[in-house]
């Protein structure tokens, strides 16, 4: 009885842990055709609860296909067709799912889609591969190896490995688990954990079937970590694993905790809704019921997983594999003998292993012995002993064959610390030789830099020698600048006191009707000129004086000095950055000062408001100032005023030409260019 069941523990092993977990690629398909937007949509929604709630993903699905179909996108029906692969295969409709297979396979040839070409190829492969047709399965794998392009990524290169793995997992152990590692690396060098889920479920699952219940169950641990990271909503995955640890428990006589995890996954396997995981649960839970002696819930168990079989060849064997151990328990004869006719119609349908099979015949000889069929009881026995046989000679091929590649394992080790030795020996090597050289490089280094210590001194002297000479060249300079600024001061010193006497005219204070304008006329001339040199003392140097800050003071204290009384005059002076040497700000500011004076005390005589602008602008060395006002003007044959011949002079010493208009106010126009 035991070895029946063993026997059905690793043969649940083989026939579910072929895992699809990484067949959803991350991969994104290029969808064409019509409505891209609608079928991206659907194929989005489908992605989203793949793994979550199968029926709602199946019901996006079938939206996808129509909409796919509808606009003749070939690539919507390629995916379409690759999905549908998948989920047939997953639910046991193995003949849909080769078929689906085929028409994923044939679209994506013609798309030259290399890379979902070896996803169709691997679902065609898991379908043969359920369906024990090992000769479809090995052309399957020789499709892939035949086009595989050479820049195949790590995650696709893992996808590979996965392929052969399950497939080498029935025929060679060896095979299977070097298959298993290479997958494992490529899927660790990818950082593609999803794939790193299946990789450790296959670890788990090699080490179950080979009696390593240990590192089985550490293997499980290790998928169920990172399905957890990844998501913990992943109730496909997650059933999946809780299931495989399940079986190990059972398989290490844990026979509580494996129920709490078989729990487990029939919990998650409901959350996603997939009736592949929904009825392994249950197989698992009656095979673990059975061994805890609870033939009742046993029963039960392996009845639901028959009633929601659906047609699926594998539930249907498993669970009337399962009723078989029940009905010889309860010695039951002719519903043993119901349910081992059922196993042995659907054997034919499905991969069954070779231990499984002997156990199938042992059923068949208990039952023809109770029977009084001796000789079909001889028939049987004879059978399962001929299976007994082949499964130790293949056990033992696959123990020969694990030492020749542990052998070769070590051997690849030994080499590898030779290899290591040699090399550590040879940079040791290398190592004293770059001291050596590294102990000559710093006395030359040290040699070198005392010599250019040397040479930056005499240089530092000779710097220091041409310095001195610079700046006594420099000061000698200066002391001449002075001495010429000094002359330049006095010269333009005594030429200020001319103006002022010329201001103060007694001849001009004869013509003039009121002394106290005249007083304040010649007050603002004397402070335009001291405007100007207070630029001159607060600028860093005497050859440039801002116009448009100097034209702001000026203006601003000649609208103080001059009453207004409740004009309301606006002054408006364009922003400028043209600056002007001495000579030539010293005549345009006496010029602005008379324009700006005879304005405001005749321009605005019988008006409240007025309006004065001021513009200077430049054109290469030639500048041009507009000062306008918006008064009443005067009449150009009325006896000009000293204010007016001082306006004319001063534009004569500026050597510039003057234009006055008098039409809406007066402008006066003035093109000049800097005096040297």
Same mark, same amino acid.
């Given at each position: 009885?035991?070895?029946?069941?063993?026997?059905?523990?690793?043969?649940?092993?083989?026939?579910?842990?072929?895992?699809?977990?990484?067949?959803? #690629? /991350?991969?994104?398909?290029?969808?064409? &055709?019509?409505?891209?937007?609608? $079928?991206? *949509? %659907?194929? =989005?929604?489908?992605?989203?609860?793949?793994?979550?709630?199968?029926?709602?993903?199946?019901?996006?699905?079938?939206?996808?296909?129509?909409?796919?179909?509808?606009?003749?996108?070939?690539?919507?029906?390629?995916?379409?067709?690759?999905?549908?692969?998948?989920?047939?295969?997953?639910?046991?409709?193995?003949?849909?799912?080769?078929?689906?297979?085929?028409?994923?396979?044939?679209?994506?040839?013609?798309?030259?889609?290399?890379?979902?070409?070896?996803?169709?190829?691997?679902?065609?492969?898991?379908?043969?591969?359920?369906?024990?047709?090992?000769?479809?399965?090995?052309?399957?794998?020789?499709?892939?190896?035949?086009?595989?392009? #050479? /820049?195949?990524?790590?995650?696709?290169? &893992?996808?590979?490995?996965?392929? $052969?793995? *399950? %497939?080498? =997992?029935?025929?060679?152990?060896?095979?299977?688990?070097?298959?298993?590692?290479?997958?494992?690396?490529?899927?660790?060098?990818?950082?593609?954990?999803?794939?790193?889920?299946?990789?450790?479920?296959?670890?788990?699952n090699y080490y179950n079937i080979v009696f390593e219940f240990n590192k089985s169950f550490y293997y499980g641990n290790k998928a169920l970590q990172i399905a957890y990271k990844i998501n913990a909503e992943n109730h496909f995955a997650l059933a999946n694993i809780y299931l495989n640890l399940a079986e190990i428990k059972n398989n290490l006589t844990s026979y509580k905790e494996a129920l709490k995890l078989a729990e487990k996954g029939l919990y998650h396997a409901l959350k996603c809704k997939n009736s592949g995981y929904i009825n392994r649960a249950y197989i698992v839970k009656s095979t673990i019921c059975f061994k805890m002696k609870q033939f009742a819930k046993s029963k039960t168990a392996a009845n639901i997983a028959l009633k929601n079989s659906q047609g699926d060849p594998r539930v249907l064997f498993q669970s009337n594999f399962c009723l078989a151990l029940l009905a010889q328990e309860e010695n039951n004869l002719p519903e043993l003998e119901r349910c081992v006719n059922q196993c042995i119609h659907y054997q034919n349908s499905v991969l069954v292993d070779l231990t499984t099979k002997a156990s199938l015949q042992e059923l068949l000889t208990y039952l023809y012995f109770k029977q009084g069929k001796l000789l079909l009881a001889y028939t049987a026995l004879k059978q399962q002993n001929k299976y007994e046989q082949a499964f130790l000679n293949q056990k033992s091929d696959n123990y020969l064959k694990s030492l020749q590649v542990k052998y070769e394992f070590k051997e690849v080790s030994n080499q590898l610390k030779f290899s290591l030795t040699k090399e550590r020996l040879k940079n040791e090597k290398i190592k004293t030789q770059r001291i050596n050289n590294v102990l000559l490089s710093i006395i030359i280094?040290?040699?070198?830099?005392?010599?250019?210590?040397?040479?930056?001194?005499?240089?530092?002297?000779?710097?220091?020698?041409?310095?001195?000479?610079?700046?006594?060249?420099?000061?000698?300079?200066?002391?001449?600048?002075?001495?010429?600024?000094?002359?330049?001061?006095?010269?333009?010193?005594?030429n200020n006191f001319q103006l002022i006497t010329s201001f103060l005219n007694p001849k001009l204070l004869a013509e003039s009707d009121n002394i106290q304008e005249f007083s304040k006329r010649t007050t603002a001339r004397i402070e335009t000129m001291a405007k100007v040199h207070n630029q001159l003392y607060e600028n860093d140097t005497v050859e440039a004086i801002d116009f448009y800050s100097y034209c702001q003071q000026l203006s601003t204290g000649i609208l103080h000095s001059f009453e207004t009384k409740n004009k309301a005059i606006n002054l408006t002076i364009v922003p400028t950055d043209i600056q002007f040497n001495l000579q030539t700000i010293l005549p345009l500011g006496l010029l602005l000062n008379e324009l700006l004076m005879n304005t405001l005390k005749h321009a605005f005589n019988k008006q409240k408001t007025g309006e004065i602008f001021i513009q200077l602008s430049q054109s290469g060395s030639n500048y041009t100032l507009i000062f306008q006002d918006s008064g009443s003007g005067f009449h150009t044959d009325k006896k000009a005023s000293f204010g007016l011949q001082l306006i004319d002079a001063l534009a004569s010493q500026l050597a510039a030409e003057l234009e006055v208009k008098t039409e809406n106010g007066t402008t006066y126009k003035l093109d000049f260019k800097q005096l040297k």
């Amino acid at each position: 009885m035991f070895k029946n069941i063993l026997a059905y523990c690793f043969f649940l092993v083989l026939f579910f842990n072929s895992s699809t977990l990484v067949l959803a #690629s /991350n991969k994104p398909l290029p969808i064409t &055709g019509k409505n891209v937007i609608t $079928l991206n *949509n %659907y194929l =989005s929604n489908y992605k989203r609860y793949k793994f979550t709630d199968t029926q709602k993903a199946t019901s996006f699905l079938q939206q996808f296909y129509f909409e796919a179909k509808k606009s003749n996108s070939t690539s919507g029906l390629a995916y379409y067709y690759l999905s549908a692969s998948e989920e047939a295969t997953s639910v046991g409709n193995l003949t849909t799912g080769v078929q689906y297979g085929k028409l994923a396979q044939n679209l994506f040839f013609q798309l030259k889609d290399s890379f979902n070409y070896m996803e169709s190829t691997y679902f065609l492969a898991a379908a043969y591969l359920y369906q024990g047709n090992g000769k479809a399965l090995e052309q399957s794998i020789d499709q892939v190896f035949e086009r595989i392009p #050479s /820049n195949y990524s790590y995650e696709q290169n &893992g996808m590979l490995f996965s392929l $052969l793995a *399950n %497939y080498y =997992s029935v025929i060679d152990l060896s095979k299977a688990f070097n298959y298993i590692l290479k997958m494992k690396v490529n899927y660790q060098k990818a950082n593609f954990e999803l794939g790193l889920i299946d990789a450790y479920n296959e670890l788990s699952n090699y080490y179950n079937i080979v009696f390593e219940f240990n590192k089985s169950f550490y293997y499980g641990n290790k998928a169920l970590q990172i399905a957890y990271k990844i998501n913990a909503e992943n109730h496909f995955a997650l059933a999946n694993i809780y299931l495989n640890l399940a079986e190990i428990k059972n398989n290490l006589t844990s026979y509580k905790e494996a129920l709490k995890l078989a729990e487990k996954g029939l919990y998650h396997a409901l959350k996603c809704k997939n009736s592949g995981y929904i009825n392994r649960a249950y197989i698992v839970k009656s095979t673990i019921c059975f061994k805890m002696k609870q033939f009742a819930k046993s029963k039960t168990a392996a009845n639901i997983a028959l009633k929601n079989s659906q047609g699926d060849p594998r539930v249907l064997f498993q669970s009337n594999f399962c009723l078989a151990l029940l009905a010889q328990e309860e010695n039951n004869l002719p519903e043993l003998e119901r349910c081992v006719n059922q196993c042995i119609h659907y054997q034919n349908s499905v991969l069954v292993d070779l231990t499984t099979k002997a156990s199938l015949q042992e059923l068949l000889t208990y039952l023809y012995f109770k029977q009084g069929k001796l000789l079909l009881a001889y028939t049987a026995l004879k059978q399962q002993n001929k299976y007994e046989q082949a499964f130790l000679n293949q056990k033992s091929d696959n123990y020969l064959k694990s030492l020749q590649v542990k052998y070769e394992f070590k051997e690849v080790s030994n080499q590898l610390k030779f290899s290591l030795t040699k090399e550590r020996l040879k940079n040791e090597k290398i190592k004293t030789q770059r001291i050596n050289n590294v102990l000559l490089s710093i006395i030359i280094a040290t040699l070198a830099v005392f010599l250019f210590i040397l040479f930056l001194a005499y240089r530092k002297s000779l710097i220091q020698k041409r310095n001195l000479e610079l700046a006594r060249n420099e000061l000698e300079k200066s002391l001449a600048d002075k001495t010429i600024l000094m002359k330049e001061i006095h010269h333009r010193v005594k030429n200020n006191f001319q103006l002022i006497t010329s201001f103060l005219n007694p001849k001009l204070l004869a013509e003039s009707d009121n002394i106290q304008e005249f007083s304040k006329r010649t007050t603002a001339r004397i402070e335009t000129m001291a405007k100007v040199h207070n630029q001159l003392y607060e600028n860093d140097t005497v050859e440039a004086i801002d116009f448009y800050s100097y034209c702001q003071q000026l203006s601003t204290g000649i609208l103080h000095s001059f009453e207004t009384k409740n004009k309301a005059i606006n002054l408006t002076i364009v922003p400028t950055d043209i600056q002007f040497n001495l000579q030539t700000i010293l005549p345009l500011g006496l010029l602005l000062n008379e324009l700006l004076m005879n304005t405001l005390k005749h321009a605005f005589n019988k008006q409240k408001t007025g309006e004065i602008f001021i513009q200077l602008s430049q054109s290469g060395s030639n500048y041009t100032l507009i000062f306008q006002d918006s008064g009443s003007g005067f009449h150009t044959d009325k006896k000009a005023s000293f204010g007016l011949q001082l306006i004319d002079a001063l534009a004569s010493q500026l050597a510039a030409e003057l234009e006055v208009k008098t039409e809406n106010g007066t402008t006066y126009k003035l093109d000049f260019k800097q005096l040297k």
